[in-house]
């Protein structure tokens, strides 16, 4: 949909240099904070006040997360910056709406891992990140996690690329993947920065982690490992039937879905995607069989 | 004297990191109360207190639940039956959080519902790096409400046409799946109309910006801020120099 502007000069080698620094500044950022909180973490989290590890816990996910946003968000293409606020109000509409019909999980991250698979790893981590960062407008709670939803997107679209999303029942495997990593990831800020977690029902599971005395760094973690592969595997089945309900003609505007056959069958099911946008809005045929 | 946006972040974001970063439950649960002061000041604690409390409730009780209940470190036990104690050491960790986050919560939030979005973004695109995310920012907000309007229609034109949502996962699956694709087909088809027209107005384009908003700013807002960035940075040096000494 856009193409690079035919009157500007483009970007030179040092500008991209600069970036590629800055991702993997980031990255390091965030991957040195958490390397440091699993080491250090008896000392302080009881004795104490205990704020020194939040502080690290907080600047550092979140210089790491800011980092690869300056780095990525110049370099997405305008029909992908203009997908992430579609993709962090459906994060917060759908994540509501299931929330309260569908399941009893906090399925928070269906935009971030939507973004992820029409436009790639980058856009998804620009997109995991900003959507803590603009979410925390309403709720500051969220902020310190944008490094982990920042993973997860990353995650998701490096999933996509390798064709998690081709067979229908690889993405659930897939989402369980990504949940364990980024459950893992989160938990030292669940356990610096606010000392538990945010929901009572999640707090019961770290109690009982905690009754049978583990430290907070290890009940936490125990409880993430617990809800969220389960919760990130509900989100990519989500996503992937999203995904395959759109027509074709909507899906294969995205050149990272093109250049990489992320979907299965885009070749020869002509009919049936010819079918699908005849009746855009309205059901589909039920998704999933794309193999 | 109105304030820049940048300033008011600025100094929210400063108050948050200093009480973090000063541990100690008087300075937080003064702050809570200075930022509920502000808020009801400004006219803004009737939205503010809903947003607060729908953040902070359930957090306080997990953390009550969880430390008030089980805390293997605490010795001084004040009641026990099973395997749950309530001790002292573990309820003064909970409060001690709480008031904390509490603190840096009221803080955020004053700003966020106190600032004048369109001047938060004529700020931020001044810049030039951040106009990018600033059009994320402003156009998150705005989409907001209107797509939850939308969600509406749409679930009222599934059902008029037969929609009815009984109980059982599957059929919860099916209706979640009738009103999701429609919602996410419109919101990417408009997006990449959108996009297009972004394009050829120039959003790709490197280069200063021109801005018909003049968001107010003077020298010594620009220095107050730099000193707010200075104060909250040597505050997380000083704990993090000090935590280190401690142990």
Known sequence: MSSPSLTLPSPGPAAARKRRLLEILGAVAIAGTYVYLVLNQPTDITGGPGSASALIALSGFLVGAVLLIVAVLPTLPASTVVLIPVALVLNIVLGQFVGSTLVPFYLDAIGTVLIAVLAGPAAGAATGALSSIVWSFFNPTVLPFAAGAALIGCLAGLAARHGMFRRFYLAPVAGFVTGIIGGVVSAPVAAFVFGGTSGVATGAIVSAFRSMGDTLLAAITKQALISDPMDKAIVFTVVAVLVYALPRRTRLQFPFIRRHRVLAGQASNEARTQAAAATTGSPAQPTGQGS | ?247
């Open chain 2, 1 to 247: 004297m109105r304030l820049n946006p940048l300033t008011s972040l600025a100094l929210a974001g400063a108050t948050a990191v200093i009480t973090t970063a000063a541990a100690s439950w008087p300075l937080s649960l003064a702050v809570a109360a200075a930022a509920l002061a502000l808020a009801v000041r400004g006219g803004i604690a009737r939205r503010l207190l809903p947003a607060a409390a729908a953040v902070l409730v359930p957090l306080c009780l997990s953390l009550l639940i969880m430390h008030g209940l089980f805390f293997p470190e605490g010795w001084t036990v004040l009641v026990q039956w099973g395997p749950a104690r309530i001790t002292v050491e573990g309820l003064a960790f909970a409060l001690e959080r709480a008031a904390q986050i509490a603190a840096a919560v009221l803080a955020l939030l004053v700003f966020s519902f106190s600032v004048h979005v369109p001047d938060l973004v004529a700020a931020l695109s001044a810049r030039g790096v951040q106009g990018r995310f600033a059009f994320v920012l402003a156009s998150t907000l705005t989409l907001l409400p209107a797509v939850t309007s939308r969600v509406h229609r749409i679930r009222q034109a599934q059902e008029s046409r037969g929609l009815v949502i009984r109980p059982g996962l599957l059929h919860r699956a099916t209706a979640f799946r009738l009103q999701a694709v429609p919602l996410v087909l419109s919101l990417i088809e408009e997006a990449g109309t959108r996009a297009a027209a972004l394009e050829a107005r120039g959003f790709s384009n490197t280069g200063p910006r021109t801005s018909y908003r003049a968001v107010p700013d003077s020298r010594l807002q620009r220095t107050l801020r730099a000193v707010l960035v200075l104060a909250a940075t040597a505050a997380v040096a000083a704990r993090l120099w000090l935590g280190r000494a401690g142990t």
